[in-house]
């Protein structure tokens, strides 16, 4: 099959993203001696990290923030910042020599004879087995709510959020109970008006409980529900981790939630005791969805916007896995540590597929 006079590429893995995902499951691949190719959407290597807002930075240090075969060098910052995670990240696509190309759209992907046929504007792959890494920055979540056509005001998604500075002296509501609800809240509420809207209370964890903590928990509870026993009661990985900035609006009074809003109006929004509040703007920090419309083609989205997987393998399309998109595809695969689990296994899994 040709595009615009070029033959297409036979390889025997395409990666669709270029983030920590993709790196890893790469990582693992090359080590089986397969042909590989990442396909990035992005214009230079950082993934979702490219676009986090200024002052993000990881919930643990970079002894437990580090991807296969090579720990994250340390830095000044403590915990690292956006910027060090995006440096990493670009050290590791160098120091392993993974075969980026970037940047590539993936508009479609077909199942053609034994292959996907994998397509982008001016170019195509022939893949044995395609493994679909995109995270899930491209597409965020807002709740559909009464109004909000006729709101005024400027929206946001935490996805485009990157600093206070444009909401100084502004009234502001911050909506979401989780890490990035909590955390653009802590450093908007120095700056202006600020409100946290939450459907539910806030579940806050201890001041001493950090990623490597987290990452221990989640992974004493997958060994307990793999020996067949209860799994303990822990933290969960979307419980909010108190970093320096959440602590500082604790100790200044003013980490406290009130409940969600029930529609917007022109000027602001409506409460359920229905009084009103003029509003100047929202950043909805409501969560994302899995990114796949790429994979629209092969016909394995269901009606969830997910993929029927068992681990992190397709059981509608044998030749397709999927990593790093959260819990569904592997427990902790969405952070900078955790994906290595489901990155070698997957990759462990595509090799004897390939063999057989």
Known sequence: MQSDGNIAANVDVVIVGGGQAALATAYFLRRASLSVVLLDAEQSPGGAWLHGWDSLRLFSSTTWSSLPGWQMP???????????????????????????????????????????????????WRAKVVVSATGSWRNPFIPELSGAQNFAGLQIHSAHYTSPAEFAGKRVIVVGGGNSGAQIFAEISEVSQAIWATMTEPR?????????????????????????????????????????????????????????????????????????????????????????????????????????????????????????????????????????????????????????
């Open 74 to 124: 340390a830095s000044e910052n403590a915990p690292p910042s956006r910027d060090d995670v995006i440096g990493y990240l670009a050290q590791y696509e160098q120091r392993y020599s993974l075969p980026v190309t970037r940047p590539v759209w993936v508009e479609s992907m077909q199942a053609v004879d034994d292959r996907i046929m994998v397509a982008a504007k001016d170019r195509q």
């Open 204 to 356: 806050f964890l201890p001041d001493d409980i950090d990623g490597q903590a987290l990452f221990e928990q989640a992974t004493a509870r997958l060994n307990a529900i793999q020996a067949g026993q209860p799994p303990p009661v822990t933290g969960s990985l979307g419980d909010i981790v108190m970093v320096p900035s959440v602590k500082a609006a604790r100790d200044r009074g003013v980490l406290r939630a009130t409940r969600m809003f029930e529609r917007l109006t022109k000027s602001g929004v409506a409460w359920p005791d229905n009084s009103e509040s003029d509003v100047d703007a929202i950043i909805w920090c409501t969560g994302f969805r899995p990114a796949l419309d790429h994979l629209t083609g092969l016909n394995v989205i269901n009606a969830n916007g997910r993929v029927d997987v068992d681990g992190t393998h397709s059981t509608k399309e044998p030749r397709l896995w999927l990593v790093g998109y959260g819990e569904w595809t592997g427990l902790a695969s969405a952070t900078i540590i955790g994906v290595t689990r489901t990155a070698r296994s997957t990759a462990m899994e595509v090799a004897d597929f390939l063999k057989g």
